[in-house]
């Protein structure tokens, strides 16, 4: 097997090709930052740091959202990928469980993680759909489906399924409630619970901001 460095920075040169030109929220610099918080995450949790790269790098590589909803594709992509470097197998199987994982999939549904390390990564990815980032992401996500941003007489969803919450064509104002403001309480571990309430505030701030707005009330 190559050195573990070499096997980190070619799948970092391998993802950043396969997402360069996304302009859905999935682009190589989302990789970037769930790859540094999943590092300062698994520090504080003391978990396997070489999964956790190797998970928050590929978590991404092929999403349901542009796949046709095929939720299998990030996992093949992910082992062949693995498997041309020669990373051991249990190791293999490790990140491709997390991939696996690793995503939200409406309210109503547990997701449930089997490690630490895929814990790690979970809380990494969900703290860059909140605060600041999180608010742009959801806009630049909802602009690239051609969703609407607010519409007054829509009202959120409680998704029970994943296949539900996959046919969503709700818009992005409703994601907030379907998904973003409901993540503060879903960390898996301490350090990440601590990181989610300023981003959490953050994203109430702006919800209360952008209803005065709407109505012109201030
Ligand atoms: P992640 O990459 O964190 O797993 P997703 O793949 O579910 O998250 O979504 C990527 C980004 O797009 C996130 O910031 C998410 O909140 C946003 N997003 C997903 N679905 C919608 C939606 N229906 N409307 C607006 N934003 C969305
Ligand atoms: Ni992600």
Redesign the pocket.
Known sequence: MIHQEQILQKTKDFVKIRLQNDA???DWW?IYRVWKVSLLLAKEENANLFVVQLAALLH?IA?W?FTGGDDQMGIAISDEWLSSLGVENDIKQHVCRIISD???KGAGVATPMKSIEGMVVQDA??L??MGAI?IA??FA??GSKG?EMHHPDSKPLIHETFEAYKK?Q?T?IN?FYE??FLLRDRMNTKTAANLAKKRHKLMEDFITQFMLEWEGTT
Do not use: M, Q, V
């Open positions: 859905s929220g999935h989302h991404d999403d959202k690793i995503s939200y990815d969900r860059d759909a999180g992401r959801a996500y909802g969703r969503n709700g992005t994601h998904k973003l």
